[in-house]
């Protein structure tokens, strides 16, 4: 697959975890998100949770599910950036969010082919 399909089917797994999300209840606040560290892909909130999703996208499963290119290395990296995206709020615009409700999700989407694409959503990844 080349440069530019790899992009695109990034941005479907975006849009569509973003849907995902929204309709499961959580409440979209950033994408692609980005600082000199690293980019956050999507930052909601779940009840009073700032959740930090890291969205995996693949044509098949031929590699391994989505979610298992997620490493602690990763997930650490993404609770960083939680705090730096926080921080670059305006107190006014926090609405209670704090770095104590910080948890970190995978959304992994597998589009294979025509068919409807599979998601699987990971909650508070260590």
Not at 6 to 16: K, S
Not at 50 to 69: D, I, N, Y
Request: hydrophobic letters at 45%; glycine letters at 10%.
């Amino acid at each position: 697959m080349d440069i530019p399909a790899t992009r695109a089917l990034g941005r479907y797994g975006e849009q569509l975890a973003c849907r995902y999300l929204s309709d499961t209840g959580f409440t979209i606040l950033d994408r692609n998100w980005r600082c000199a560290r690293g980019e956050i892909d999507i930052v909601a909130r779940d009840a009073a949770a700032l959740v930090v999703c890291e969205v995996k996208t693949r044509s098949g499963a031929q590699f391994g599910a989505p979610f298992e290119a997620v490493t602690r290395q990763k997930v650490r990296r993404l609770r960083r950036l939680a705090m730096l995206w926080l921080d670059a709020l305006p107190p006014a615009e926090r609405g209670g969010l704090s770095t104590g409700t910080i948890r970190i999700d995978v959304v992994s989407i597998v589009k294979a082919g025509t068919g409807a694409a599979r998601i699987t959503h990971l909650r508070g990844v260590l």
